[in-house]
């Protein structure tokens, strides 16, 4: 089956650098779309990142410049690589697959909202202190 396994989250102060991971595993890594998501206490939970199979990505408009989604296909592993971070970032992380879309093997544009995406990890706590 597919599991997602999420790490990197932590506690740093405003300005730092943390680089989130996620182990897929139980299917055909390649042929799915990814991303990260974000869940804050008390909202909803919101698109930060995604990637599709060719490498293209999107960001949501508060972290462009900031963050920086990557995939390493021969790991199973996606990545985000997070800077110059606030206390507006403090969140749980959750890393998402999605086999709902494309076909051939292959998905594309990268998805940006929940409702798209079938699989989702357990998730990783940011904290960012001020």
């Known amino acids: 089956q597919v599991q997602l396994v999420e790490s990197g989250g932590g506690s740093v102060q405003a300005g730092g650098s943390l680089r989130l991971s996620c182990a897929a595993s139980?299917?055909?890594?390649?042929?799915?779309?990814m991303g990260w998501f974000r869940q804050a206490p008390g909202k909803e939970r919101e698109g930060v990142a995604a990637?599709?199979?060719?490498?293209?990505?999107s960001y949501a408009d508060s972290v462009k410049g900031r963050f920086t989604i990557s995939q390493d296909n021969a790991k199973n592993t996606l990545y985000l690589q997070m800077n110059s971070l606030k206390p507006e970032d403090t969140a749980m992380y959750y890393c998402?697959?999605?086999?709902?879309?494309?076909?051939?093997?292959?998905?594309?544009?990268?998805?940006?909202?929940?409702?798209?995406?079938?699989?989702w990890g357990q998730g990783t706590q940011v904290t960012v202190s001020s």
């Open positions: 998402a697959a999605s086999s709902l879309y494309g076909s051939g093997g292959y998905c594309y544009p990268p998805l940006r909202f929940p409702y798209e995406y079938n699989y």
């Open positions: 139980g299917y055909t890594y390649s042929s799915y779309c």
């Open positions: 990637i599709d199979s060719d490498g293209s990505t």
